[in-house]
């Protein structure tokens, strides 16, 4: 049986036009999301054939694998839910998601400073990748990450919270090469309800790294 399950897209695929086509959203989640899983969950099948007949010449591979897949299975999930058809704008706290916005602020000076950077670390990643916001439980600060492909140059513990898709099959239909102008236009259907409760439940679970002895 598998462990891991594609989840169901929570919005029909034109909910974010014009600024991800249904085209996009039925080949990303559909194909792209859908490889993942299955390479997660054959990835889980091969190291159990593994350790049954102790063939760990293959362990290097089958872990690297695993992460990646895995990975991409759960920054997808994630970044599903991070976008609305009825998202934009920022986190106010009228809005109920004050605690997010101070947050922001706190962590890097003013949602202006955070949207830039962000923005700057999805649009420059080399190859494919992510620029994601994760709740870091060391500091308890919020941190910009620029993930490369779905695991590499990330901090240890940090929670991601909103992640942008920079690898290409999130846009190039649309988009052609003007990644920079994708993610510009993400802005307008990132669901701040889902950031702040993604933050919230990151917050809760803060403590569980550096406990003292």
């Known amino acids: 049986m598998p462990v891991y399950t594609l989840p169901e897209l929570p919005y029909d695929h ?3 036009a014009p600024v991800i086509s249904p085209e996009i959203i039925e080949l990303h989640h559909d194909k792209h999301h ?27 591979g089958l ?3 695993l992460a990646f897949h895995l990975s991409g299975h759960i920054l997808h999930s994630i970044y599903w839910t991070n976008m609305s058809g009825d998202g934009g704008g ?13 947050a922001i602020t706190e962590s890097f000076g003013s949602f202006a ?13 080399q190859g494919s990748g992510w620029g994601v916001l994760a709740h870091e439980p060391v500091s308890g600060r919020l941190i910009v990450e ?8 990330i901090g240890q513990g ?22 920079v102008d ?12 889902d950031v702040a409760r993604r933050h919230r439940a990151a917050k809760a679970r803060a403590d569980v790294l550096l406990l003292a002895p």
């Open 63 to 65: 872990e690297k694998n």
């Open 113 to 125: 400073g955070f949207k830039a950077q962000l923005t700057k670390a999805a649009a420059t990643t």
């Open 90 to 102: 920022e986190p106010l706290a009228a809005d109920g998601v004050g605690e997010l916005a101070e």
């Open 158 to 179: 940090s929670v991601p919270i909103l992640v942008f898709d920079a690898w290409e099959h999130a846009f190039y239909l649309q988009y052609k090469n003007q990644k």
């Open 146 to 153: 620029q993930v490369y492909d779905h695991q590499g140059n």
């Open 14 to 16: 034109s909910a974010l």
């Open 34 to 60: 859908a490889a993942y899983v299955k390479g997660a969950n054959d990835t889980l099948e091969q190291l159990a054939e593994a350790r049954d007949k102790e063939q760990w010449s293959a362990l290097n």
């Open 182 to 193: 994708f993610i510009e236009a993400m802005w307008a259907v990132v669901d701040w309800q």
